[in-house]
């Protein structure tokens, strides 16, 4: 892990609760041991940055980079949660609500 | 701590959607955001540091002071979206941290207890800075002394409007309801 060498681009568009999963067309091959751990870890399907990092038993801020770093190579995608706005999307509220109320 | 992971996958469709669970300590957060997860709950450290220059801190030097806070995190996938739930303490020092959670968030559920009530208010402090909306659920213990929710009201001083219900954190069922009640909440504020 000392080893492993991040390349960290300039703007990080990656946070906790960050969907990660695997490009369909990406080279899983070469990578440096945390980044091999994170693409096994994802072979099941997505993961939130959070997850990943519990998993991986690493801290969240290490693992932020090392995901930011895979996207920016092409090997990861992202799914973000919607722009902090001043309001939650009226749609998105709905649909969580009528899952809560169904469960 | 890693849990297992045989656990299911959300897929990318789903849109992540963040809540809070924030109160004083022994309030009750981990066991709530164990009553709604999917997910075995997952207890990390987050590293605090004064400046919120968490990334420098972690390359092995050793002369700042940092401190660790636990968080609780789970995971209620719903159709169509997946809720990403943090259980974290509401303490000014933990500022930074706190704004990086909410921002995003859906809404901040503030769990209180009626036996230490003046532990919330630095929670209710932080919440109303951050200008995210929320609600309260009084976390009823068995000696919880039987306020009338009106008088908890008065004593945290609320709005009115924000939603204060009790609910029994244990149990899934009233933890939902909480919940609902934070988003429905927030939808009559989008819609007003």
């Known amino acids: 892990m000392a080893a492993a060498r991040l390349t960290v681009p300039e703007h990080i568009d990656v946070e906790r609760t960050t969907l990660v999963y695997i490009a369909p067309d990406a080279a899983t091959n070469g990578l440096d041991p945390p980044g091999s751990h994170l693409l096994a870890l994802l072979q099941d399907g997505p993961l939130s940055v959070y997850e990943c990092a519990a998993h991986l038993g690493l801290p969240y801020c290490v693992v932020r980079l090392l995901v930011a770093g895979l996207v920016g190579g092409g090997t990861l995608l992202t799914r973000n949660p919607p722009v902090a706005t001043s309001l939650p999307d009226i749609e998105i509220l709905e649909l969580v609500l009528s899952g809560l109320r169904a469960l | ?192």
């Open chain 2, 1 to 192: 701590m890693a849990s297992a992971l045989s656990d299911s996958r959300v897929s990318a469709e789903h849109i992540p959607v963040k809540l809070v669970i924030a109160g004083p300590f022994g309030v009750g957060k981990t066991t709530i955001v164990s009553a709604l997860s999917e997910i075995k709950p997952l207890n990390t450290e987050e590293v605090l540091t004064q400046a919120g220059t968490l990334v420098d801190d972690l390359t092995g030097v050793s002369d700042k002071t940092t401190t660790t806070t636990a968080i609780d995190f789970g995971r209620l996938t719903l159709p169509g979206a997946v809720l990403y739930l943090f259980g974290a303490p509401g303490q000014t020092r933990f500022q930074v941290l706190w704004d990086e959670l909410v921002r995003g968030a859906l809404g901040v559920l503030v769990l209180a207890d009626t036996r230490r009530i003046d532990e919330s208010f630095a929670v209710l402090d932080l919440v109303e800075n951050a200008g995210i909306r929320y609600a309260v659920a009084v976390n009823h213990f068995p000696d919880s002394p039987d306020y009338p929710l009106e008088s908890v009201r008065k004593a945290l001083d609320l709005d009115p409007r924000t939603p204060l219900m009790v609910c029994d954190a244990r149990d899934p069922a009233s933890a939902r309801a909480s919940l609902i009640a934070l988003v429905e909440h927030v939808r009559e504020l989008v819609l007003s």
